[in-house]
């Protein structure tokens, strides 16, 4: 047994407001704790709605570790179920996706399920009578996650029965989705196509919180971004002459602190925070045509340059997403040990928009998130090197320190210098909420 | 000038060899300028552009690619990973003119430090005769698991 072993309140303790202990990132007790609580306490992304349009389509997921399956009821509506049978456990579906038509049915004893998870029949049900099965859980049929959103396509759930609102959860930060989804003319995403899957050897905050680390992009990505402006000189192409796609996309990680300072970071409350608050590494794409046009078509001049004007970055919904508005793209860490994670990379298609839109989107993903990328590499070795440096006993603590100006408010929305630390501060305020959102306040407080 | 199915066929062996050992300046002279080295993400994927693939690179990625391979600051090829490929004898599937499609099936080991990978995989050739030489015009690699969670695979297949 562990120190930190179904103690919640000891485990938070490792959060300081400048600094997080090691263990919080090491230690396997801390991990099954955020498994059963942060995750189960947080409204987590599940998958989103073009990945099961159709009636009985189900896709199988998880949210931290426990298996479910989001699946199209035969209402239309959506539904989030755990991916185990009432009777033994059995695991009722194990492919990726599919139709199950108008029920479920475990492979192992045929008892089935309607797609909202209620018991629809059992084989041989007459052994069952006067055992007093109508009294137990598993006669409810496959149970269903606490609560269940489809908001503007995407859809998230909270395993608990009770807690936080969706709506209290998020706040403000919906911006952020609602300016990704408008950017389609007819104000619906589609997935385009898989996901890419990467695994990582390390702990699964490790990527959130590099999502809005914006010191480490011109060092780490010094050999691929680098690299390419270096070759891009070389070629000594006239300046008109189109840039090679890499360069579009690639390039702008090698801009200076500056850059990165001057973008700005925007948190909200619960974790919740985004990059590019006045500019970003996506603004200078060159110009789809036809898209400038179809956006006027359907919002009007004004309403068109303000959704496109947006240069948000990264935007990370705590505690495991993160999506970029500017391309579509959405990043989900799937923690699977204190040092494993499963990092899989959608992309979407913008509903009546050039389909150009769509490949430059799949290009940057490859370029950047596949375990082929040479941009992926960067960062994989960064985080693994920093797994097994933690190790190290003479030093215990992360530092996270960096533009903090003494206690810090995060319940506020906040902008502020694009190179501070504040949001990873952000996660972690809202990461001790969620784990000792069920300790007794006398507790927590101990 | 004719090409024949053995002359095929050992190009493709030269190219593997020349991957295993590192020979990447002479790789790139393989190839023709608006070529494309594709990697599918999915399984029997028809559409590189629209959707994810693993790879999908024209020949300034395949060189910045190489470039950095050899770059001072690449933290995650020190120390270096190192690869080789096991291939069957190629299929030559089709002789037109000056244009030729031949299917290979390999597996690639690639390794750093104490890791080790085994990819199985099937190389796609389509290769053209310039001014009398071979050349690559587009190469497509299918991995048999292209839908699992890889590790970082950071030489070429």
């Given at each position: ?14 959060v ?10 090491i ?6 704790l ?9 409204w987590v ?42 009777h ?18 475990c ?22 009578a006067d055992?007093?099965l ?24 909270r395993?608990a029965?009770e ?7 998020f706040?403000?930060?919906l ?22 899957r990467y695994?990582?050897?390390?702990n ?6 590099n999502q ?7 060092v780490?990505h ?10 891009y000189e ?5 300046e ?15 801009s200076?602190?500056e850059f ?18 006045n ?8 110009q789809?045509?036809?898209?400038f046009?179809?956006m ?6 004004e309403r ?5 004007d947006?240069?948000?970055?990264n ?19 799937i923690p699977?040990a ?25 290009m ?10 040479i941009?992926?590499?960067d ?7 920093a797994?097994?440096?933690?190790e ?16 810090e408010d995060?319940?506020?929305?906040a902008?502020e ?13 809202a990461?001790?909420?969620f ?9 927590a407080a101990? | ?12 062996y ?9 020979r ?6 393989l ?5 494309h ?5 999915d ?5 590189p552009?629209?959707?994810?693939s ?5 020949l300034?990625?395949l ?15 020190k120390?270096?990973?190192r ?14 003119g ?18 080790q ?14 001014d ?14 292209c839908d ?5 695979i950071?030489l070429?297949?």
């Amino acid at each position: 047994m562990g120190k930190y072993a179904g103690d919640p309140a000891a485990a938070a303790a490792l959060v300081e407001g400048h600094q997080v202990h090691r263990d919080v990132y090491i230690d396997p007790d801390v991990f099954r704790l955020e498994m059963k609580h942060v995750f189960a306490n947080a409204w987590v992304f599940v998958g989103h709605e073009s990945q099961t349009p159709q009636k009985g389509d189900y896709f199988a997921t998880s949210i931290g570790d426990q298996p479910v399956i989001q699946v199209r009821h035969s209402t239309g509506d959506i539904h989030v179920l755990y991916n185990r049978c009432p009777h033994k456990g059995t695991k009722i579906v194990i492919d990726r996706q599919g139709n199950t038509g108008k029920f479920f049915r475990c492979p192992y004893h045929a008892w089935s399920f309607k797609t909202d998870g209620c018991l629809l029949a059992i084989p041989l049900k007459k052994g069952y009578a006067d055992t007093g099965l109508d009294q137990t859980e598993g006669a409810k049929g496959m149970k269903a996650v606490g609560d269940v959103r489809n908001y503007r396509g995407f859809i998230f759930a909270r395993l608990a029965e009770e807690g936080i609102s969706f709506e209290d959860f998020f706040g403000d930060s919906l911006s952020s989705l609602d300016n990704m989804v408008d950017r389609s003319p007819a104000g619906r995403l589609e997935v385009a196509g898989p996901p890419l899957r990467y695994m990582h050897h390390c702990n699964w905050k490790m990527l959130v919180e590099n999502q809005t680390d914006t010191c480490h992009p011109m060092v780490a990505h010094e050999s691929s971004a680098g690299t390419a402006v270096k070759l891009y000189e070389e070629l000594d192409l006239p300046e008109d002459a189109p840039k090679p796609p890499a360069m579009e996309i690639i390039a702008p990680f090698m801009s200076p602190y500056e850059f990165f300072e001057n973008m700005g970071i925007r948190t909200w409350p619960n974790g919740h925070g985004h990059t590019g608050v006045n500019h970003s590494i996506h603004s200078n794409y060159s110009q789809i045509p036809g898209y400038f046009e179809a956006m006027v078509e359907s919002y009007g001049a004004e309403r068109a340059k303000a959704i496109l004007d947006e240069n948000r970055h990264n935007t990370v919904y705590f505690p495991n997403i993160m999506i970029k508005g500017p391309i579509q793209q959405l990043r989900i860490f799937i923690p699977l040990a204190a040092n494993r994670t499963l990092v899989e990379s959608y992309i979407y298609r913008l509903v009546d928009a050039p389909e150009e839109l769509t490949a430059r989107t799949a290009m940057y993903n490859r370029m950047i998130n596949a375990p082929t990328s040479i941009v992926g590499h960067d960062d994989l070795e960064m985080y693994e090197r920093a797994q097994e440096g933690l190790e190290a006993d003479g030093l215990e603590w992360v530092n996270i320190q960096r533009l903090r100006t003494g206690e810090e408010d995060f319940s506020e929305e906040a902008v502020e210098n694009g190179t501070t630390e504040r949001q990873m501060r952000n996660q972690f305020d809202a990461w001790v909420k969620f784990m000792t959102r069920n300790v007794p306040a006398r507790e927590a407080a101990e | 000038m004719s090409v024949t199915r053995d002359q095929l066929i050992d190009f493709i062996y030269d190219e593997a060899r020349m991957l295993d050992e590192g020979r990447y300046t002479e790789w790139l002279d393989l190839w023709l300028p608006d070529g494309h080295y594709w990697m599918p993400l999915d399984y029997q994927q028809t559409d590189p552009l629209h959707v994810t693939s693993l790879m999908y690179e024209d020949l300034f990625m395949l060189k910045l690619r190489v470039e950095r391979l050899n770059g001072t600051r690449t933290f995650s090829q020190k120390p270096k990973s190192r690869c080789h490929h096991v291939i069957q004898r190629p299929f030559v599937d089709e002789m037109n003119g000056d244009s030729f499609v031949t299917t290979t099936f390999m597996h690639y080991v690639e390794t750093r430090l104490d890791e080790q990978q085994l990819l199985a995989m099937t190389a796609k050739h389509d290769l053209a005769l310039v001014d009398g030489t071979l050349r690559i015009a587009n190469k497509r690699v299918d991995i048999v698991n292209c839908d699992a969670a890889f590790r970082n695979i950071q030489l070429l297949p």
